[in-house]
């Protein structure tokens, strides 16, 4: 399982780019990937996605940056070789709206297939398991990463998003969901709640 989070220069993968991809093997967590690439030619930006991933509009035009058929064809040799190929992340479908476009733009065969694991599912029918209030927001769930990584122990996502620590943080709070124990020693200092710890051994 592949837990990948990508940084891009608007919410529209038509219209907007890939300028970074961080990703983690969950099941060999040392096993990461990260790169950044400059934003191809006639690729929009807008303005709000840079301030929420940190990137100046003189980072993604640097001419020493990798293309994004380079980034996207680093990315497939590393995910290559990793089993069972499935992607995860937080609402996963942004992601990989944005990775099924490069993947085709770079000429590359989508290996994924059509199925994934959402971090937002799993907090949801996790809050459902236990008896939890869901918390709703314009008659929606209002699960967002930030509330699920403090739902299971974490702090917020450092801003401004880079997308190789969103990557182990979603992972971590996979971990943290499915078994009740951390996957890095990095995030040990964030103690894992005890109804998390309690319904794993129960």
């Keep these: 399982m592949i837990i990948v989070d990508v940084e891009t220069s608007g919410l529209n993968p038509l219209k907007h780019s890939i300028l970074s991809i961080g990703a983690v093997d969950f099941f060999n967590p040392s096993n990461q990937f990260y790169g950044e690439c400059k934003i191809p030619e006639?690729?929009?930006?807008?303005?709000?996605?840079?301030e929420i991933n940190g990137f100046s509009q003189e980072e993604i035009i640097n001419p020493e940056k990798m293309e994004l058929?380079?980034?996207?064809?680093?990315?497939?040799?590393?995910?290559?070789?990793?089993k069972p190929k499935i992607l995860s992340g937080h609402n996963i479908h942004f992601d990989v709206s944005f990775l099924k476009s490069a993947f085709y733009k770079s000429g590359l065969p989508w290996v994924f297939g059509h199925r994934t694991v959402d971090?937002?599912?799993?907090?949801?029918?996790?809050?459902?398991?236990?008896?939890?209030?869901?918390?709703?927001?314009?008659?929606?769930?209002?699960?967002?990463?930030?509330?699920?990584?403090?739902?299971?122990g974490l702090p917020?996502?450092?801003?401004?998003?880079?997308?190789l620590i969103g990557a182990k943080m979603e992972a971590e709070s996979f971990s943290r969901l499915i078994h009740g124990k951390n996957l890095?020693?990095?995030?040990?200092?964030?103690?894992?709640p005890e109804f998390l710890t309690k319904f794993h051994k129960d």
């Design 42 to 50: 006639g690729a929009e930006i807008d303005e709000k996605a840079l």
């Design 69 to 82: 058929n380079e980034l996207i064809s680093d990315f497939f040799v590393w995910a290559e070789k990793i």
């Design 119 to 152: 971090l937002h599912s799993e907090g949801f029918t996790h809050h459902l398991k236990t008896g939890r209030e869901i918390p709703i927001k314009d008659d929606r769930p209002n699960i967002t990463s930030d509330f699920i990584h403090n739902y299971v």
């Design 156 to 163: 917020e996502e450092p801003k401004p998003h880079n997308a």
């Design 184 to 192: 890095f020693n990095e995030f040990e200092i964030y103690p894992i």
